[in-house]
């Protein structure tokens, strides 16, 4: 099964020194599998704030090994969706995280992410989380 990879999980691997090993390991033997896919806004996020040209350079490169899942229409309408359906049992969450939370459940992926938020979310969304 393909895992996408929250922004969280990305930058704790990508830091000159992961703070937490486990967490890398977990994340090459997912990529050594072909396991891992991508989509652009996280992407961003991951490259957004990197000042310094040559270490953006690096991770944009290191990250184009990914290709993105196009997104369309009816992943942020399934995203709306799940923000609402959230809000309405009271559970706050980010634009950014129920897209990731949509485009898991319309293309069957599993989450890989440290944010426990998340955890929340899937009280009440049909997602699933490494």
Not at 36 to 56: H, K, N, T, Y
Not at 72 to 84: G, L, P
Not at 85 to 91: A, E, N
């Amino acid at each position: 099964m393909k895992v996408l990879i929250d922004t969280c999980v990305w930058s704790n691997v990508l830091r000159h020194k992961s703070s937490d090993p486990a967490i890398a390991e977990k994340v090459i033997k997912l990529i050594k599998n072909g396991s891992v896919v991508m989509i652009g806004p996280i992407r961003q996020e991951l490259l957004s704030g990197i000042s310094d040209a040559a270490q953006f350079s690096n991770v944009k490169d290191k990250l184009a090994a990914f290709e993105d899942i196009p997104l369309e229409s009816d992943h942020f309408i399934k995203a709306a969706e799940f923000s609402n359906t959230c809000r309405k049992k009271g559970v706050q969450g980010s634009t950014i995280d129920f897209l990731i939370c949509a485009v898991s459940a319309i293309e069957n992926l599993i989450v890989f992410t440290t944010d426990k938020d998340f955890v929340n979310y899937k009280k009440y969304l049909p997602i699933k989380l490494l």
